[in-house]
Structure formats: structure tokens, C-alpha cells
């Protein structure tokens, strides 16, 4: 076989955690350790030596790569002090980048280096947004305690729609929406790199019902359950962060969404359903729950991922890190805020206000190109594996 390494691929993987790599001699105790490994398919070994090869195209057309939940037992039996977990670790962060789009963003946001840029462009867009809306002044003590930043970007008399709720929406929709697409570009092309890659004919498909039915929504379970996750050892404390996490994205993705059709269309219809909802209202309790449930799981990431550097002498990257501090911000911002307002510190309040909304929209912006893509990509690559095992794709 003739190799052609690809030297590039081989250099980012070393400085996104992969700088092991290099001692692997293919013993496999790691894909006997593996509890995700599987027999048909075993990893990480094969993993590592495409590394070592510099096997680009292989690595991210392989669907065991984001299998993994990088739990660490495969580093802890290798006899040679590799780290195969974190190796496949810094081939998905280079996969993210690989797929993400738009392309330059994809980079962007994949070292520290794009750090001053990923915060100027939403404060940049937060501040012109505000600089348009004529809003632009710290409002009185007395405002402050009647309004709160209830008219941030001003407001004006017209009843069925705030002025406020406009500008956030104007902001943070196409925010969410460009990471969305983003999402779905980088899957379907990962989608499409996989089924090349494993040699299945594209002509013989299922419905889109009897895809989600046999291949979508048995991944989607086994996910929320975390079923594999369990299964590893060495480093299981992460479940307890990683589930409680998960659950309050769900529950705040479902707080927003309700948020928006009550005061966007159904506001529309009943004005009295505008404004902030009240503490026993079932949508706000699960609100609370869930920013609860997110403190509790950063919380816990945050002293396991410390844990793993000192433990198991892991590296930190920036990719291991921007999800984390992005959610901690949003999380310190929100609740600054809400202190500075009972405080009634309205200089203080509507910086922090500001930071918060920057916050936000960062968290929006960069969703694919952080670790949140794990729970879009990991999706992709458990159903890609049901499917690669059934008729459609043997055919
Ligand atoms: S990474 Fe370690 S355990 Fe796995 S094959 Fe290489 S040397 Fe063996
Ligand atoms: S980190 Fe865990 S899941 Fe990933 S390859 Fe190693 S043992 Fe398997």
C-alpha cells in the first residue's frame, strides 16, 4: 500500500491533544479495554495507526471516531503511555473543522488564537443592533426598577409586539438559525463521506419515516440514556455532568421555544400573554430546573475535566474548553444581571446585560464548531452505524 501521510492533519492532531500518537505499537490492548469497542469493528487501535500514517481521509470518514466518548479507559491500560482517547478526541475536533461551514468560521473557531474575533463579531452586531434601536442609554434608577432590561433596545407603544423582543429576535434567530444550517451541512456531508467510504449504494433508501423509525430515533434513545456512556469506567463521573447537562439544553431548547410562540404568535392574538412569565407557570419552573441542572453539569465537567488533566496527565485544549466557558458566561452573565437589577445598579447591570446577550449569541453562532457538535455529530455516527449493519446498506 502506498501512504501518502498527510503531515498537515498530523501536526493539528498533535496540537489539539493527539501528541501521543507517536508511541503506539499496535499492542490493542485499548480496543480489548474499549467497553464501546465493538468485535465487527474494533477501536481505537486501528485509529492510532492512521494517525501515525496521517490517513486523513480514513479517520474522518470513520464513524467508530464519534463513537467514542473519550472516558479515558483506553488511555489508563496502554502499555506504552499513549493516549488513544485523546488522540480520537483531536481527530473529531479536526473533523468539526473538516466539515463545519462556513469554512472560515469553521477555523476561526477552532483555536485560541480566534478568540478576540469569535467575541468581537457578536459585540460588534449586539452594539450596532443597540446603536440602531435608539435605545442607546443607561436608563434612570427608577426605570431600571420598573422596567429592568425589559427596554434594552428601547420601546415603543405599538401593543401586539415589544420593541425589545424584536431586536433579540432579530439577533439571536438568525444566530441560531446559520448555526442550525451549519449543523446540517456538516452532518450531511459527513453522512456523505461515510456511505462513500463504506461502499453503500446511494440508490437503495429508506423512507424518511422508516429512517427515523428504525435508524433516527433508536440512536436519539440510546443517547438520552447514555446508555454506552455508562458502560466506561475509569472516568464514569462524567455521566453525572454530561446527562445533567444534556437534560437542561433539552429543557431550556423547549423554555425558548414556548417563549417565542407565546409572545411571537400567540402575543400576537392575546397581548396579556406578553411580558415575563410567572414563578409557578409550569414553562418557568422548567426553566429554573434546567439553569439549575446546567450550573450543577459545568460544575461537575469542570472539576472531572481538572481531574483528567492532573490524573491521567490530559491536555487541555481550546476545544475542550469553549463550550465550557461558554455556557459558564452565559450562566455568570444571566445571573450577574439579575443581581445587579434587584441591586438597582443600572451602569453595572446593562453591561453585564450586554456581555450576556454577547454571551448568548456566541453560544448560537459557534454551535457547531464547539463541543455541542458532539450531541449533533454523535447522532449522526450511532445511526450511521445501525444503518452501515442493515439490508439498505448490504444491498
Ligand atoms: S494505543 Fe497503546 S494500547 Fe492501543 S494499540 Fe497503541 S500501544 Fe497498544
Ligand atoms: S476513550 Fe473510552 S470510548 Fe474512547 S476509545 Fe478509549 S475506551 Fe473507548
Redesign the pocket.
Known amino acids: 500500500m502506498n501512504v501518502q501521510p498527510d503531515l498537515e492533519f498530523i501536526r493539528s492532531l498533535k496540537e489539539a491533544g493527539g501528541d ?2 507517536k ?9 480489548v ?1 474499549c467497553p464501546l469497542s465493538k468485535d465487527g469493528s474494533p477501536f ?2 486501528k485509529e ?2 492512521w494517525s501515525q500514517w496521517g490517513l486523513k481521509e480514513k479517520l474522518i470518514a470513520d464513524p467508530d471516531v464519534f463513537l467514542c466518548h473519550q472516558c479515558g479507559d ?2 489508563e ?8 482517547g485523546d ?1 480520537l478526541g483531536a481527530i473529531r475536533a479536526y473533523a468539526y473543522t473538516f466539515y463545519g461551514w462556513p469554512a472560515p468560521l469553521a477555523k476561526l473557531a477552532s483555536s485560541a488564537k480566534g478568540l478576540p474575533m469569535l467575541i468581537g463579531i457578536p459585540v460588534v452586531v449586539i452594539f450596532v443592533m443597540w446603536l440602531i434601536s435608539g435605545a442607546m442609554h443607561i436608563p434612570t434608577s427608577e426605570q431600571f426598577a420598573d422596567h429592568g432590561y425589559q427596554q434594552f433596545f428601547g420601546h415603543w407603544d405599538f401593543k401586539w409586539y415589544a420593541k425589545n423582543i424584536f431586536f433579540i429576535v432579530l439577533i439571536m434567530v438568525p444566530s441560531l438559525g446559520l448555526g442550525l444550517f451549519s449543523a446540517f451541512k456538516g452532518v450531511t456531508r459527513m453522512w456523505k463521506t461515510m456511505s462513500e467510504n463504506a461502499g453503500i449504494n446511494p440508490d437503495y433508501r429508506p423512507s424518511v419515516g422508516q429512517f427515523t423509525k428504525e435508524f433516527l430515533w433508536p440512536s436519539v434513545v440510546e443517547i438520552v440514556q447514555h446508555n454506552r456512556f455508562r458502560e466506561c469506567t475509569v472516568n464514569i463521573d462524567r455521566v453525572r455532568g454530561h446527562l445533567p447537562l444534556m437534560l437542561a439544553f433539552i429543557g431550556l431548547f423547549i423554555v425558548t421555544c414556548w417563549s417565542l410562540i407565546k409572545n411571537d404568535v400567540l402575543g400576537l392574538i392575546w397581548p396579556s400573554l406578553h411580558g415575563p412569565m410567572l414563578l409557578i407557570d409550569p414553562f418557568k419552573i422548567l426553566a429554573n430546573v434546567s439553569a439549575i441542572a446546567l450550573l450543577f453539569g459545568i460544575s461537575v465537567l469542570w472539576s472531572n475535566r481538572k481531574k483528567a488533566e492532573q490524573e491521567l496527565d490530559t491536555k487541555a485544549t481550546f476545544y475542550d474548553w469553549f463550550l465550557i466557558w461558554e455556557i459558564t458566561a452565559v450562566g455568570i452573565t444571566g445571573l450577574g444581571a439579575e443581581l445587579l437589577r434587584w441591586a438597582g445598579a443600572p451602569t453595572f447591570g446593562y453591561i453585564v446585560y450586554f456581555l450576556h446577550l454577547v454571551s448568548i449569541m456566541m453560544l448560537f453562532l459557534y454551535l457547531p464548531y464547539t463541543k455541542f457538535a458532539h450531541l449533533i455529530y454523535r447522532t449522526a455516527a450511532y445511526t450511521f452505524e445501525k444503518y452501515r449493519e442493515s439490508a439498505f446498506a448490504q444491498k
Do not use: H
Open positions: 501521543t500518537l508511541k503506539c505499537y499496535q499492542c490493542a490492548t485499548c480496543s479495554t481505537p487501535r492510532m495507526i483506553c488511555t491500560s496502554c502499555p506504552r503511555g499513549a493516549k488513544p488522540v
